[in-house]
C-alpha cells in the first residue's frame, strides 16, 4: 500500500487493523498478509474520510529553530504552529490544537538556515518528500564568502561526495555576486553547507523558496498556511 502511494506503513496497519482495506473486493483486517502484486486495493469509505482530514502546514522557519528533534535550549518548529500566526487565517480552515497530533516534518531544515519547511499529519506526503525514493526537487537561495576554487561550480553541479557517497546531479548557478542558486534532489545532513566547504566557500545564509511545485512565495517569517487542496508537491 505504501509502495503504491495509498498511505504510509503506519496509516497501513491502522486501516488493516480497523477492516477499512479490501483486496479484489475482500475485506482484510489481519496484518502480513501476502497479496498477489497486481491486486487491486481499496480502501473504505472512513479511511479515505480519515486521510482527508489530515493537515498538512508550510511554515516560513526562522532562524533558531529546530526542524525535527528538540536541542536543549531551542525550540522545535512546531511549537510555531498556532491560532496566532496562522497566515491564511481568513481564507482557510481555523487551527485547532487536535491537528499538533502526529504532526511532524517532513524533511530537516538546520537550526541556522531559514525558509520552506513542511510539517504533516499525511504519511502519503512524508512518504513524497522523504521516502529513500523521492525525487522532489527543493531550492535554496544561499549567500556565502570565500573564494570558489577553479572547478569549484561544476563540482557542486555533479562529482562530490559526502561520507564516502557520490551526490546525485544538482543545479547550481550564481544570481549574484556573493548569492548562488541551489537545486537539489536529496536532503543530507548540512548538505548544501558541507559542499560549498569542499570547494572554498562559506555559507553565511541559507533559505529555502521551493519544494516540488510548491514555493515559499510571500508567506511571512514565522508564520505558517495550510497546503491548499490545489496544490501538490
Not at 564568502?145 to 564516502?164: F, R, S, V, Y
Request: net charge positive.
Amino acid at each position: 500500500m505504501a509502495e503504491r502511494g495509498i498511505c504510509s506503513r503506519r496509516e497501513a496497519d491502522e486501516f488493516i487493523e480497523r477492516g477499512w482495506v479490501f483486496v479484489d473486493g475482500k475485506r482484510v483486517s489481519e496484518l502480513g498478509i501476502r497479496i498477489d502484486p497486481d491486486a487491486r486495493i481499496d480502501l473504505a469509505p472512513e479511511a479515505t474520510r480519515t486521510q482527508r482530514q489530515r493537515v498538512t502546514i508550510l511554515l516560513h522557519k526562522p532562524v533558531g529553530y529546530v526542524s525535527g528533534q528538540p536541542e536543549p535550549g531551542y525550540a522545535p518548529a512546531v511549537s510555531l504552529i498556532g491560532a496566532d500566526n496562522q497566515f491564511d487565517r481568513d481564507t482557510a480552515q481555523r487551527f485547532h490544537p487536535s491537528q499538533l497530533k502526529n504532526l511532524a516534518p517532513a524533511g530537516r531544515l538546520d537550526i541556522d538556515s531559514t525558509g520552506l519547511l513542511v510539517l504533516t499529519q499525511d504519511g502519503r506526503v512524508a512518504r513524497q518528500l522523504i521516502g529513500d525514493d523521492s525525487k522532489v526537487e527543493k531550492e535554496y537561495l544561499v549567500r556565502v564568502e570565500g573564494t570558489l576554487q577553479p572547478d569549484g561550480l561544476a563540482l557542486l553541479n555533479h562529482g562530490l561526495e559526502l561520507d564516502g557517497v557520490t551526490l546525485r546531479p544538482a543545479k547550481v548557478e550564481w544570481i549574484n555576486d556573493d548569492q548562488l542558486r541551489f537545486q537539489l534532489r536529496e536532503g543530507r545532513k548540512r548538505q548544501i553547507r558541507r559542499m560549498c566547504e569542499l570547494v572554498g566557500l562559506k555559507v553565511v545564509g541559507l533559505k529555502r523558496v521551493r519544494i516540488g511545485k510548491v514555493k515559499l512565495g510571500d508567506l511571512p517569517l514565522g508564520q505558517w498556511r495550510y497546503l491548499r487542496e490545489d496544490e501538490s508537491f
